[in-house]
């Protein structure tokens, strides 16, 4: 289904029959006895968006001029593009079936690519995500997928070609059980075409998340620890290069560019601004910083080692040899710049406009634009791809709203999609930001949205637009990244939040949403590294579970729980309800005040006064030592006052007697719930949507 951006989306779904194929019942369930629920397959959940997370133009064989655009989707697909015309010749799906393949997991095509990469022969490769494989497109041939490097590779990352057509590039190895190594260096060679392994640099550094190819050596930029090494391409010998005096470590050296015998490294992450610096490939010393450099690729260097970079969102020339910095005034236009401008350069290059003879410097931005600079004529042109086809994206979080509507949000920058009940009928909006979680407040709907912990208000009643919804603000001050967990805390909305991925606590964040007024606590809520998987509220006190399987420095923790008082923000108790849990992702109060929790294959009740463990049913034993990653929204738990039961889930629906722990059935499969009171609830299930009506 094709989509593009600005345009709004309303689908008509039959219900019930006519999808009963495609939704996982178990045996003895829906429709064949009077005391099971009713359901509905309510449809594929509308997620669609045109997001380029890599891009490069380069001149081909041919002598014209292409950028290639990697589009993020299931599967995600390549663009080729005529850069002068903006004409989309191609979209070639990344995913090349194979049979014979005994990887695990298996792969179903990439998910999208940071790395596009051009050979002096014209030959692409495509580093992706979502199985790890890199892909290989030869000039006027057929996509070739190179496969999965390591059986432990997740991501692979931006990379870049030798004059020989060797590739080499970085990876994530998170596939697998723990404990989780470190990212790793590889290349691939066209003539033997088998992979090289240059190893790891250790579990402290789980990303090669970048790699450049400068005269005959390579350059390898490290994190969620930053690092930069360079490495022999033959020999394996490495070497390390400090880093700038007094920059902040926890980061990645993230992306890298050579050109005119110096290497352009931007630094990001971490919980300061991203910081960019220029290195003299001859000296090896830092010689500039250009911290408005946004990355992601710059232009190729005249005479002079002048180039053109995307800086605070300005197409701007840099001179590195003066350190000088000249702004064009191009920012994609009036409306593009009140947006933030051309935001990082995807396929910056020079090229010759051969309809009229002119210096261009072009570049694409993530959202499918293509823009070009007439160095001669001092102007620009900005312009969304229209041919490019929206693909659709996998859901990521889901929830009721203030307005009984179920609300969805994406991977990546998958949209926002909004299922009414009534009419049955989606709506979907181009919101191109990840939300981790969300919930009704006050009449209200808040997102929490990755990276940097960002907190978004969004008002139902009034139509979506530029500042609907509008960012509050977020909390990467406080190291946070990824706010999984909001609920309802009477005069509160309370964010639970998982760290970045150098630090090693999470936080609790209470919003007084009349005032506007937040804030936050990072340290001393539990024991251990953590992140904050749970929340619940009563009387003005705000209950916290958290998880401590999965931290940066790989150390693991027991699931605890604790008690706070929102007014001050004193613990008034910590308690570990079950050791060898290593994650409590649900908690709630029934309508007696008796709290009860949830780790992913265990129900407890504790005593809200002071953390007692009271009683726990088993439903299933679950393997915490060998988890390497783990969801916080995979647990979900709500009591309903409607009919007195306690609804979950944890990879499967749960309705749960508080009297006896014990669950009722039936058990239908589910990832992301929306199991706020009410007789139906919502379920994601492979992308589409179950509605349940459990009374």
């Not at 019942?25 to 005391?35: N, S």
């Not at 710049?337 to 410097?361: M, S």
Request: aromatic fraction near 12%.
């Amino acid at each position: 289904m094709g989509w593009r951006l600005g345009r709004r989306l309303i689908i008509g779904l039959v219900a019930a029959a006519a999808a009963l194929a495609t939704t996982s019942i178990p045996a003895g369930a829906a429709g064949t006895t009077a005391a099971a629920p009713q359901w509905w397959n309510r449809g594929t959940i509308p997620l669609y968006s045109t997001t380029a997370a890599g891009g490069e133009t380069a001149r081909m064989p041919d002598g014209s001029v292409r950028t290639y655009l990697a589009v993020s989707g299931k599967p995600a697909y390549l663009a080729e593009v005529d850069t002068f015309s903006g004409h989309v010749l191609r979209q070639i799906p990344l995913y090349v079936p194979n049979p014979a393949s005994t990887e695990v997991p298996a792969d179903t095509g990439a998910q999208g690519a940071w790395g596009v990469s051009v050979d002096k022969f014209g030959t692409v490769f495509v580093s992706s995500y979502g199985f790890g494989h890199v892909y290989r497109l030869p000039w006027q041939g057929k996509l070739e997928d190179l496969g999965r490097p390591d059986a432990r590779t997740s991501f692979t990352w931006e990379g870049d070609t030798d004059n020989a057509g060797n590739f080499y590039f970085g990876t994530s190895e998170y596939f697998g059980q723990a404990p989780l190594p470190g990212g790793k260096l590889f290349s691939w060679n066209p003539v033997t075409r088998k992979y090289r392994d240059y190893g790891d640099w250790g579990a402290k550094y789980g990303y090669v998340r970048s790699v450049e190819y400068a005269r005959g050596k390579l350059y390898v930029g490290l994190g969620q620890t930053a690092g930069l090494w360079q490495v022999d391409p033959i020999t394996g010998a490495r070497k390390e290069i400090p880093l700038p005096a007094g920059m902040p470590i926890d980061k990645y050296g993230y992306q890298m560019e050579d050109e005119g015998g110096y290497l352009y490294v931007l630094f990001a992450g971490g919980t300061t601004g991203n910081d960019s610096w220029v290195l003299d490939l001859a000296t090896q010393k830092w010689v500039r910083h250009i911290p408005g450099y946004g990355g992601q690729t710059i232009s190729s260097a005249d005479q002079f080692k002048r180039v053109y970079l995307v800086d605070s969102g300005e197409l701007k020339q840099y001179d590195p040899k003066h350190g000088t910095m000249t702004g064009t005034g191009f920012m994609g236009g009036a409306e593009q710049a009140d947006k933030g401008g051309l935001g990082a350069g995807k396929g910056v290059g020079r090229f010759v406009d051969p309809r009229t003879g002119h210096e261009n410097i072009v570049g694409a931005t993530s959202g499918g634009e293509l823009w070009r600079y007439d160095t001669v004529t001092k102007q620009g042109t900005f312009a969304h791809l229209d041919e490019l086809v929206g693909t659709p994206t996998a859901p990521r979080s889901l929830g009721r709203g203030p307005d009984g509507r179920i609300y969805a949000g994406g991977y990546f920058q998958g949209g926002l999609a909004i299922y009414d009940p009534a009419t049955t009928q989606w709506t979907s909006y181009p919101f191109h930001h990840q939300i981790e979680g969300m919930v009704a407040h006050n009449g209200k709907m808040y997102f929490g949205v990755y990276p940097n912990a960002q907190i978004w208000e969004f008002d139902p009643a009034q139509p979506f637009g530029d500042n609907n919804p509008k960012e509050l603000f977020e909390l990467k001050s406080y190291g946070q990244e990824r706010p999984w967990t909001l609920i309802d805390a009477g005069p509160y909305l309370a964010i639970g939040t998982t760290p970045k991925n150098s630090q090693l606590n999470g936080a609790v964040t209470l919003l007084d949403t009349a005032t506007g007024e937040h804030r936050t606590w990072n340290s001393g809520l539990v024991d251990g590294a953590n992140q904050i998987a749970s929340l619940a509220y009563r009387d003005g006190t705000l209950y916290g579970g958290s998880l401590g399987c999965c931290n940066f420095d790989a150390s693991k923790y027991p699931g605890q729980v604790f008690a706070m008082d929102a007014a001050t923000g004193a613990i008034k108790w910590r308690s570990t309800p079950l050791p060898g849990e290593q994650g409590v992702g649900g908690l709630t109060f029934d309508g007696q005040g008796r709290l009860f929790g949830m780790t992913y294959g265990t129900v407890f009740e504790m005593d809200p006064t002071n953390g007692a463990l009271l009683r726990s049913v088993k439903e299933f034993d679950y393997n915490w030592s060998v988890v390497a990653s783990f969801q916080p929204r995979a647990v979900n738990m709500e009591f309903d006052p409607g009919d007195g039961y306690i609804y979950a889930s944890n990879g499967n629906t749960r309705k749960i007697d508080p009297g006896t722990l014990v669950d009722q059935g039936p058990n239908y499969k589910a990832g992301f719930a929306a199991v706020s009171p009410g007789a139906s609830k919502f379920y994601v299930q492979n992308g589409v949507l179950l509605e349940v009506k459990w009374y």
